[in-house]
C-alpha cells in the first residue's frame, strides 16, 4: 500500500507556483539530482512531504505519537514550498531523479516525522488525486506537486476532526457599553457675597442635575464689560461654592461667569445678570423693619395709612417698593424716601390695599429687602340664609350659612336674636357663638316669635342681619293642673326671747337704748316694767316693737332713773320676761369748777 503523502499545512501559494511551471522554459537535457532534494529537504522539515512514487512506500511510524501541535511558524513553510515550486520546471530530467530512490529515502524521514494524526488516519481518506499522483509516470511526479497540496491539507483536518478535540473554554459575557458621559446642569444662584477696591467674593449653588459622572469642580471665568474675552481666573478647578477673585483694577465693570466641569465636558454657564463695578462699598444697605410691621398689620377701611421704614447704606442706597411682586400704583399709594427712612402713605385706605409690599434698597452690587403685610378690613356681611328647621314643646331649632363677605378678616361669631309678635322687641339669646346651629329654648306657650342672626368679625357686628322667613308659633297643649295637697302645719308657739337684755351703764344726760328680740304665735303683746311698775305712757320713755325687735329708749336719764327693767311678752300660750340692770352715773366735774 502506498504511504499517505505529507500534507502540506497550508497551500495558500499553489497556483503562484503553478503558473510558474507553466510559464517555465523547457529544461536543459543535463541531469541535476541533486538539486531537487536539496530543494525538497526544508519541505519535510516544516512538516511537507513531496508527492510519493509507485515504488516502496516509507516504512510507517512504529507507535503513534501524540499529536504535534500546528507549527508557530507556518510562514515560513510557505515560503519553502515556493522555491521548490518555482525550481520544479528547471529540468525533465529533474523530474525523473525525484522519483529515485535519493528521494525515497528523502521522503521516508519526512514520514517518519509526520504527526502521530497523519500517520493513524485511515486509507479511506487519502484523497484520489493522492492516489493518481503516486501511480503517474515519474516524469509527471514533480508538476502536480502545488496542486496536490489543497487536498493534502484536507487530510490533517479530517484526521484532527476524527479525534475528540478539547472543548474550548467558555467566553465571559461582553459586559454592556459604558453609558454616555454628559456635562451636569449650570450652577444656580450666583451672586456677590463682597467685594472691595481689588476683589469680588462670589458664591453659587451646585447644579441641579450632576449625573452618573459626578462633579469634578468650578471653573470662574471673567471679561470686562463691553467684550467677551472670558478668561479663567483659577488654574486649578474650584471644589467649593465660594471664590474671592483676586487682583482686580479698581473702577472696571466684570461680567462673571461661573461653569461646571466634569468627564462629560463643560456644562451651560450661569451668569451675573449685571456687571460688577470694582468697588468698595462703605455701608453695606439694610432695612430696620420696626418690629410691629413684622407682623401683620390690620387698618379698617378709611384708616388713613402712614409707615415709616428706616434703612441704613452708604452712599445713599436707591429705593424701590413693590406690591405682590409688581409695581405700586401710585394714584394709590405714596412713597416718600430720604437718605434715613423711607414713608409709605396711603390717605383713605381700601379692602383693594391689602397685600404684601416689599421695600428694596440697594448700593450697587449689594441690596437688602423687607416685607409687610397690610390688611384692611371692615364689617362683614349677614349671614347669607337662614332658617327655622323644626319646632316643638318650648323649643326652635334654627339653621344659617356664613356670609358672604367676611369683611376681609374672619368671622369670630355670631349673635342670635328672638322678637314676640305681640310686641316686636328684639332679645338677645346667643352671642359670641360659633356653629351655624342653635336650639333656642324656654319659649312661652301660645306666642309666635321670628328670629335673626347678625355676624362678627373683629370690626364688630354686620351692619344688617338674616331674619328667618317664617315664624315659630308655640302651641298651647291641653294641661290639667292639680296642685298638691298639702297638709297645714301649726306653727303657734308661746313667746320666747331669741335675744335677752344686757345691763348697761349710762350717764346722767345722754340718752340709752334697752334692746331684745321675741317671737312667737300669734304675736305676742310686749310690756316694759321698772322695778316692777309697768311703764305706761310716761314720754321719757318709748317704746317700739318692729317684727319681734323691741326696744326701749330711755331719754336723758337722770339720777333716779337706774334700776331694773324687765320686758314681758305674752300671748294666748304663754309668756316670757327678760330682765336687765341699767345704771346712772353721774358726770365727772373737774376740780377748779368745785371751786
Excluded at 69 to 98: K, Q, R
Excluded at 158 to 167: N, R
Excluded at 348 to 362: H, L
Excluded at 529 to 555: A, T
Aim: hydrophobic share 35%.
Amino acid at each position: 500500500m502506498p504511504s499517505k503523502p505529507a500534507p502540506i499545512k497550508k497551500a495558500a501559494k499553489k497556483e503562484p507556483a503553478k503558473k510558474e511551471e507553466e510559464k517555465a522554459p523547457e529544461p536543459a537535457p543535463a541531469p541535476a539530482p541533486e538539486p531537487a532534494p536539496a530543494e525538497a529537504a526544508p519541505a519535510p522539515a516544516e512538516g511537507e512531504a513531496a508527492p510519493a512514487e509507485e515504488g516502496p512506500a516509507a516504512p510507517p511510524a512504529e507507535e503513534p505519537k501524540p499529536p504535534t501541535p500546528p507549527p508557530a511558524d507556518a510562514a515560513p513553510t510557505e515560503e519553502a514550498a515556493a522555491p521548490v515550486a518555482a525550481d520544479e520546471p528547471a529540468s525533465d530530467a529533474a523530474a525523473p531523479a525525484a522519483a529515485e530512490e535519493p528521494a525515497v529515502d528523502a521522503a521516508a524521514p519526512a514520514a517518519a516525522e509526520e504527526p502521530a494524526a497523519d500517520a493513524s488516519a485511515p486509507a479511506a481518506e487519502i484523497p484520489p488525486a493522492a492516489t493518481d499522483a503516486a501511480e503517474a509516470p515519474a516524469d509527471a511526479a514533480a508538476a502536480p506537486a502545488a496542486d496536490e497540496a489543497a487536498p493534502a491539507a484536507e487530510a490533517p483536518a479530517d484526521a484532527e476532526a476524527a479525534e475528540a478535540p478539547a472543548p474550548e473554554e467558555p467566553k465571559a459575557p461582553t459586559p454592556p457599553p459604558p453609558p454616555p458621559k454628559e456635562p451636569t446642569s449650570a450652577p444656580v444662584e450666583l451672586f456677590i457675597e463682597d467685594k472691595n477696591d481689588t476683589s469680588v467674593t462670589i458664591i453659587w449653588s451646585q447644579p441641579e442635575n450632576i449625573g452618573l459622572s459626578g462633579l469634578d469642580g468650578y471653573t470662574i471665568e471673567i471679561c470686562k464689560e463691553g467684550t467677551e474675552d472670558w478668561k479663567a481666573v483659577n488654574e486649578d478647578l474650584q471644589k467649593s461654592c465660594r471664590y474671592v477673585i483676586k487682583n482686580q483694577t479698581t473702577g472696571d465693570r466684570l461680567k462673571i461667569r461661573v461653569v461646571a466641569v466634569n468627564a462629560g465636558g463643560r456644562s451651560p454657564p450661569v451668569t451675573l445678570p449685571e456687571a460688577v463695578l470694582v468697588k468698595e462699598i462703605a455701608d453695606r444697605p439694610k432695612v430696620r423693619l420696626p418690629r410691629f410691621l413684622r407682623q401683620r398689620y390690620v387698618a379698617n377701611v378709611g384708616d388713613k395709612i402712614n409707615l415709616t421704614i428706616p434703612f441704613t447704606g452708604k452712599p445713599k442706597p436707591v429705593v424701590t417698593w413693590t406690591k405682590d411682586g409688581k409695581p405700586l400704583d401710585a394714584k394709590r399709594v405714596n412713597i416718600r424716601s430720604s437718605d434715613r427712612d423711607s414713608i409709605l402713605f396711603i390717605r383713605t385706605s381700601e379692602r383693594d390695599d391689602s397685600g404684601v409690599y416689599e421695600m428694596c434698597v440697594k448700593v450697587d452690587d449689594f441690596e437688602d429687602k423687607a416685607s409687610l403685610i397690610l390688611q384692611i378690613v371692615e364689617l362683614p356681611g349677614p349671614p347669607a340664609t337662614m332658617k327655622i328647621v323644626d319646632t316643638w314643646g318650648f323649643n326652635v331649632a334654627l339653621e344659617w350659612t356664613p356670609p358672604v363677605d367676611s369683611g376681609n378678616t374672619d368671622i369670630k361669631g355670631y349673635t342670635v336674636q328672638k322678637a314676640d309678635k305681640k310686641t316686636g322687641d328684639w332679645f338677645t339669646v346667643l352671642e359670641h357663638y360659633h356653629r351655624l346651629n342653635a336650639t333656642i329654648s324656654d319659649l312661652i306657650m301660645g306666642n309666635t316669635y321670628k328670629f335673626r342672626v347678625f355676624a362678627e368679625n373683629k370690626c364688630g357686628l354686620s351692619e344688617t342681619a338674616a331674619v328667618t322667613k317664617g315664624e315659630a308659633k308655640i302651641l298651647k297643649t291641653g294641661i290639667d293642673y292639680k296642685p298638691p295637697n298639702y297638709q297645714e302645719r301649726d306653727f303657734t308657739e308661746a313667746p320666747k326671747f331669741t335675744t335677752p337684755l344686757s345691763d348697761r351703764a349710762t350717764t346722767v344726760g345722754y340718752s340709752t337704748k334697752l334692746l331684745c328680740s321675741v317671737r312667737g304665735e300669734p304675736k305676742p303683746k310686749v310690756q316694759w316694767m321698772k322695778n316692777q311698775m309697768i311703764i305706761g305712757d310716761d314720754p321719757k320713755f318709748r317704746q317700739i316693737c318692729v317684727q319681734g325687735i323691741c326696744s326701749l329708749e330711755i331719754r336723758k336719764p337722770g339720777n333716779f332713773d337706774g334700776g331694773v327693767y324687765t320686758c314681758k311678752a305674752m300671748n294666748k300660750h304663754g309668756e316670757a320676761t327678760v330682765c336687765c340692770k341699767l345704771e346712772v352715773k353721774q358726770a365727772a366735774v373737774p376740780d377748779a369748777a368745785k371751786k
